[in-house]
């Protein structure tokens, strides 16, 4: 494509303090270790409300840290109906996410925005990250590791376009291009 526009993904869990804001900053960060920082554009979101311009959890903050990564900026939104229109992609992290967000979608297009997280992980056995919130700091270290392994997977899946130049919705329900 012609246009300088960056492809943009959007993570989304339940309250965006732990598995999304995780996704988010693993996928960003796979981005610019790759040279592609600027084509992408990696954000994430919750389906609820509770944590609204909180910062992750320090679990998952700290989580992050012990891997390398930076997740201190982060502050929880929720997902509207505008995101679809403002992501290339949808990526629900466990299967109630994806429900939700396919009910949520206005038409065929938007709902073929919306993947689960885990299947760009040939090895996964679930098709859910679980849901670190009540549990210690090995569940997060562990979800982390969930998180890590398939963004990897999405991120190989999208790296070809993003080295050339994109055309419009390169990926989306109409093209056949990601699950």
Known sequence: MTSPDPFRVIFVCTGN?????????????????QGLGSRIVSRSAGTGDWHLGERADDRTIDSLARRGYDGSRHRARQFTAAAFADNDLVVALDRT???????????????????????????????????????GADMFDSVLGMIEAATRGLFRQLEPALRL???????????????
């Open 17 to 33: 303090i732990c598995r999304s804001p995780m996704a988010e900053v693993v996928f960003r960060d796979l981005a610019e270790r």
């Open 97 to 135: 996410h994806e429900r939700i967000l396919r009910e949520w979608a206005h038409d065929e297009d938007e709902e073929g925005k919306v993947t689960l997280l885990l299947a760009f992980d040939p090895d996964a056995s679930t098709h859910d990250v679980p849901d670190p919130y009540y549990a």
């Open 165 to 179: 130049p994109r055309s419009p919705r390169t990926f989306g329900a109409s093209s056949g291009g990601l699950p």
